[in-house]
Every structure is written in C-alpha cells, then in structure tokens.
C-alpha cells in the first residue's frame, strides 16, 4: 500500500510560480511511474505530466507543455510538479498519482494507469 500526500498548493496571481510536491510513505517509489493529473470546478479530471520510476522519461498535457516540469528524487520518495507562467485555466485541484511497474522507461497518462491517488491539494490563480 502506498499513501501519497501532496503539499505546495496555494493562492497566485496569473504569471507566478508555485511548485507542488507529492511525498510518498508505506512503499518505496523507485519502481512507480508517478504523475500528476488536475480536475477543475465540473470538468473532468485530466493528465497533466507523467514520469517514468527511472526518471528518464516524462510527457507532458499540451495545455502545459514549455511552462510545467515534472521531477522525482526517488531517495526522498518524492515527487515535484513546477508550474512556472501560471494562467487561470490551470486553476484546479492537483492530484498525485503512482503505480508499481516493471518498465523503467513507461509513463502513464491514463488515470485508469495508476493505483494510489492523494488527496489533492488546491491551486488557484487569479487573473
């Protein structure tokens, strides 16, 4: 079982930074692809970015391509999202995601992909 617990969300205005993280407890992460999916006020939820458990692949939502950047630091059993040149459509709540998988270089975009969600943690940016 692995529980994950995002941190980081907050209150910026359109152009700012903020930079989410996602800790993990109950398994080490080095064997989970991990990613980040955000659901808006009646929309559904949606991929943001995904990282393979080794690091060297990730993929990105167009929506936040060239302006977000997913890492991991599998020693701490985190995970990071920075979300730099922030607009109000990013406005959501930010979830973290992970799975238990074999392929080093996979990374999973589907949210059917993973097995442990967190809770979520709130990001709102006001125009």
């Known amino acids: 079982q692995v529980q994950l617990v995002e941190s980081g969300g907050g209150l910026v205005q359109a152009g700012g930074s903020l930079r989410l993280s996602c800790a993990a407890s109950?398994?080490?992460?080095?064997?989970?692809?991990m990613g980040w999916f955000r659901q808006a006020p009646g929309k559904e939820r949606e991929f943001v970015a995904g990282?393979?458990?080794?690091?060297?692949?990730?993929h990105y939502a167009d929506s936040v391509k060239g302006r977000f950047t997913i890492s991991r630091d599998n020693a701490k059993n985190t995970m990071y999202l920075q979300m730099n040149s922030l607009k109000p459509e990013d406005t959501a709540v930010y979830y973290c995601?992970?799975?238990?998988?074999?392929?080093?270089?996979?990374?999973?975009?589907?949210?059917?992909?993973?097995?442990?969600w967190g809770q979520g943690t709130q990001v709102t940016v006001s125009s």
């Open positions: 995601a992970s799975r238990l998988t074999a392929q080093r270089m996979v990374v999973l975009t589907m949210s059917s992909d993973y097995d442990y």
């Open positions: 990282i393979s458990w080794s690091g060297g692949s990730s």
């Open positions: 109950g398994r080490t992460l080095s064997r989970y692809g």
